[in-house]
């Protein structure tokens, strides 16, 4: 009996030994870094085997007994391994020495058929065309900074303790309905150093949720994508490897731009599996390189029988420090995307306006809650930098270097209880000089959804003092919903009183040409708010009390007094489809839309209300777009027109589309560059600003990547009463310009470039002046690239 009894032990025992799996992960030999998406074929036969994973780890189900495994990887040494009674393995894989050589095609490649067939059924495998899918993902990113001498690198040890410089975690739930109704809502962030990290999953942004899309937008740089129409005409495939899963190939085809195409091109791997001729992995980055080095993968698993979905997206960005040492600052980001779900109902009401949502204990998540979502558990050196940042960031305030970080895109510093104005305190003008002054207004610290204040300030040049004050209450935060009532005692451009010029929150260039001016009084209370997800309406009424300031240039209507009293109401609409709006703690940020922006305004004076003199009735309408067209580059445009239906003081009417001025030599979006600020006034008008950039699509010699970038710009406009000593645009205005971008590339900290912009314009038709010079005019510009 006790015989039998062994003998049934020793089988189990040796039937368990057999069937236990052997897992292990793969790194590169040289960098001691993770390599995704390895082949690995067990007992040399090529028809099994598995892949690793985005994190470089591989699990096999022992079904049979392993002799040997073979790992190989495009640009590595394969290598061959006895497997002896070990159930897990470390394996490191040396980079090949020698380059890809040279591929020459025969007269079929037949990597092309295989790219035919995915392009084929690209929109098909296009998780973006499911009818409506949500999920949760786990998102890490971390950042390290790599010192290459010794010195350098014990210092980095010594401060950070030997973790990490800086962890960052979120867990986020998505939902989609096709084709563009999208919300992420943050239910978990987390940032070493930091208390109330709201930018935790910005980080996660750097790649597209998937590989499918015409372009590849990486670094807000368009890439063309290998599988896209004409690709083949574009890029250069090869087939490397084929492998075997079940009845299933997986086809290894690398690919990089054919030499001599202009275009902004990707390289890398493509793992397609001949189930629907679907990307299972995807390996990429930009083929001609960037100022900073980054690659991104992505793992897609096969769901329901169904459904190709991403399930690991992970991306590398180095940057390459300007020290002599070479030392590199690297992050790397993974998510990881579980609980996909096709089948639940999702109604399109359940969608706010918002892209990303913040939930308000988002940031105050315990340890339970990490140890739920978490794919593996926080490894040692994340947790010494979780102790050591967080204790620095106590040390130094980190979160008031966050508080900075939102704050001055709306141009506020915030101290304590107090935001200083920034659009109050630098001011410049040709009718006022330098103002001396600044704005002062209470932030959330001391109200939470209210803030009172106002500004002041003294111009140099015409010797006035300005002021003003303000109350603002804010209802509802996710729809924007506020009150204001304000009272200010200050000047104004004429021409001013519509739509703005700029959409920056400092107003732009064309500021520093005001030079004609109204001294205005005015009382007003406004509210606005945010429906229908992408339409956004804001309603005010004022009583203004206005004075002329100096000589406008045009001659002004016998029956309009010099001081007027002016009543009003507005009503403005701004409809932008698909806009990507980010919450954060105190405000919704805008990352804009690549459809046509639509602003519409309305306005409706009164006389014997408030004193109100004029009645009247004025419209101002807008439209703008930038938009990419795939091998031809970016295409910009304004169209805008404006009807007031009778004659008003010269302040309230249309002028200053114009930004030409000898003494200020830059170019500004959206005006008239060869047109003097007020040569114009009109009762009615119509404008369109036209330009096109083709990149570096015309002309590339190297490092040497210039933009070629064409404008054409033209305007009409119209005024009823034809005794007044005025210029109207009643003939067509027409200019036309050539603009060099990145002409002038200056290093900014191996992250990028700032660059110097110049071009030409030329005025010409019915408002060509008599001195062929007199036509042109040059303007310079700045910028920013990557690339």
Known sequence: MKKLLFLCLAFIVSSLSAQADL??????????????????????????????????????????????????????????????????????????????????????????????????????????????????????????????????????????????????????????????????????????????????????????????????????????????????????????????????????????????????????????????????????????????????????????????????????????????????????????????????????????????????????????????????????????????????????????????????????????????????????????GYRLGTGLYTNEKLFKDTSLGGFFGYGLQDNRWKYGLEAKHIINRENEFFIKTSYQNNVKEIGSYGLPISNQIFGGLRDFMASKMDHLQQYKIETGFRIFKYLKVNVSGQQDKISPLGNYGFETPVFIPNDYQHTAASVRLRYAFREKLIQTPHQNVSLGTSYPVFTLNYTKGFDNILEGELDYQKIEFRVEQDFFLRNFGETSYRLQAGYINKVLPNGLMFTGEGSYDPDILFLIENTFQTQTPYEFLSQEYVDLFLSHNFGSLLFKKGDFNPEIIIHHNFGWGNLDDHTLNFKTKKNIYLEAGLQLGRLVKINYFNMGYFSINAGAFYRYGAYHLDSFDDNFTFKIGLGFSFN
Not at 173 to 201: D, H, R
Not at 216 to 239: D, H, Q, T, V, W
Not at 331 to 346: A, H, L, P, Q, T
Request: net charge negative; hydrophobic share 35%; proline share 4%.
């Open 23 to 432: 897992s292990g992960i793969i790194i590169n030999e040289e960098t001691r870094e993770p390599l995704a998406f390895v082949n690995i074929t067990i007992n040399h036969n090529t028809k099994t085997g598995v892949i690793t994973d985005i994190d470089g780890m591989f699990t096999i189900k022992q079904n049979e007994k392993i002799n040997t495994i073979t790992c190989s990887y495009l640009g590595f040494e394969s290598k061959t391994l006895q497997i002896s009674g070990h159930n897990y393995l470390r394996i490191s894989l040396s980079p090949k020495e020698d380059q890809l050589e040279e591929v020459i095609l025969s007269a079929k490649n037949p990597a092309h058929a295989i790219i035919e067939k995915v392009i084929a059924k690209r929109e098909e495998n296009n998780p973006n065309n499911i009818k409506s899918f949500q999920y949760t993902s786990y998102n890490k990113t971390i950042f390290d900074f790599v010192a290459t001498d010794k010195e350098t690198d014990s210092v980095m040890n010594s401060v950070f303790k030997g973790g990490h410089l800086t962890v960052m975690e979120s867990v986020t739930q998505k939902k989609f309905i096709a084709p563009n109704l999208s919300e992420e809502t943050v239910i978990g962030n987390k940032v070493s150093g930091f208390k109330n990290p709201y930018f935790a999953t910005l980080a996660t942004d750097m790649q597209p949720f998937s590989f499918y899309d015409e372009n590849i937008k990486l670094l807000e740089i368009p890439f063309l994508n290998p599988i896209s129409n004409g690709a083949l005409k574009k890029y250069e495939f090869r087939l490397t490897e084929t492998l075997y899963k079940g009845e299933d190939k997986i086809h290894l085809i690398s690919f990089k731009p054919i030499p001599n195409k202009n275009f902004e091109g990707l390289k890398g791997v493509l793992y397609i599996n001949t189930n629907n001729y679907a990307l299972q992995n995807v390996i990429a980055e930009p083929a001609n390189g960037l100022k900073m080095d980054l690659k991104i993968q992505q793992q897609y698993q096969f769901l329901e029988n169904k459904y190709w979905f991403p399930e690991q997206l992970n991306y590398e960005l180095q940057v390459h420090t300007v020290s002599e040492d070479g030392d590199i600052l690297k992050v790397n980001g993974k998510s990881y995307i579980n609980e996909v779900d096709f089948n639940s109902e999702i109604k399109k009401k359940e969608f706010s306006a918002l892209s990303v949502k913040i939930e308000e204990q988002a940031a105050k998540r315990d340890s339970l809650f990490w140890t739920q979502y978490r794919v593996d558990p926080l490894r040692n050196k994340e947790a010494i930098t979780y102790q050591v940042m967080d204790s620095l960031g106590e040390k130094y305030k980190f979160d008031r270097i966050l508080s900075y970080m939102e704050k001055l895109p709306q141009g506020r510093i915030p101290v304590k209880f107090i935001d200083i104005d920034l659009t109050k305190t630098f001011i410049y003008n040709q009718f006022e």
